[in-house]
């Protein structure tokens, strides 16, 4: 459900009914060209901007009943209005993804939350309105989940997104436990380091165990989804703590034998 590198957005998956699948494509590839303007390529800030407000013009068409200017939101117009989605999780995208262009640092873990609230939790709402599943509690506990999930992108990603100038870490957790810019740059793992990784990784564990629940509510084939999510998530917690928090040795990432572990324990956990 996390739309950072998308590892767990779940398109194509066989698991999702057919009638849904094209609407998640749709979805899929709105949030993925939008994340790629922001962050991939060489244009400029400006360039970049123009065109995510390019992407939010077409938004305002669809909400007037026009075609869109822009090819690629054609499927996702026909999307929204075949199955009533909200645009707001769509402006959401939007507004993290502009974020995305100019700020590359975040003070407070709040700030932090406050950015996951914007360029995750929208995915899951979203794939919960494609199956009617809109009550309170329920998006609530999808919103945990989709924000553990972001925040363990960026604790497994420390060392990619350093090469993109941008440190997901907040300011004021660096300095809590000493440790600097410099360090990342230099991708050394003392024992400063691995105490605030084991910090950062308790605290994404606690929000994904509060959102878990829903995976066990929710019906059918999203409900064994969303387990699958959840578990993959669980994972890369796992390999993370027994990596002490060392990103810079190797990114902790899901094999075979993970996928079939994950699986064997989705199919029991209903």
């Known amino acids: 459900m996390s739309v950072g590198h998308y590892e767990n957005f779940p398109v194509g998956s066989i698991l999702l009914p057919r009638r849904m699948r094209r609407a998640v494509h749709a979805i899929y590839h709105f949030s993925r060209y939008a994340d790629d303007v922001a962050d991939e390529g060489d244009a400029v800030e400006a360039e970049r901007l123009a065109e995510l407000d390019r992407l939010e013009a077409d938004l305002d068409r669809i909400v007037a009943g026009e075609p869109p200017a822009i090819a690629l939101m054609a499927p996702l117009a026909a999307a929204i209005a075949e199955h009533s989605l909200p645009l707001q999780p769509f402006r959401d995208l939007l507004s993290a993804f502009r974020q995305d262009v100019a700020k590359t640092r975040y003070q407070s873990f709040a700030e932090l939350v406050d950015y996951c609230r914007r360029s995750a939790n929208p995915v899951g709402r979203l794939m919960l309105a494609l199956y009617g599943e809109t009550d ?10 989709c924000t553990a999930l972001q925040l363990i992108n960026f604790w497994q990603d420390v060392a990619v997104d350093w ?22 740059a230099a991708g050394r793992c003392d024992a400063r380091w691995r105490a605030l990784m084991l910090f950062e990784i308790e605290r994404a564990r606690k929000m994904l165990q509060a ?9 059918g084939r999203l409900g064994l989804e969303l ?8 994972r890369i917690l796992y390999k993370l703590r027994a990596a002490e928090g060392d990103v810079f040795a190797k990114r902790p990432k899901l094999n075979g034998g993970d996928w079939i572990y994950m699986m064997w324990r989705a199919c029991r956990a209903k």
């Open 211 to 219: 959102g878990a629940p829903l995976g066990r509510t929710l019906r």
């Open 136 to 145: 309170a509690r329920s998006l609530a506990q999808s919103d945990g989940i």
């Open 163 to 184: 090469g993109k100038s941008r440190v997901y870490l907040p300011q004021e957790d660096l300095a809590r436990f000493g440790v600097s810019e410099e360090q990342i």
């Open 227 to 234: 387990r699958l999510i959840v578990m993959g998530g669980e």
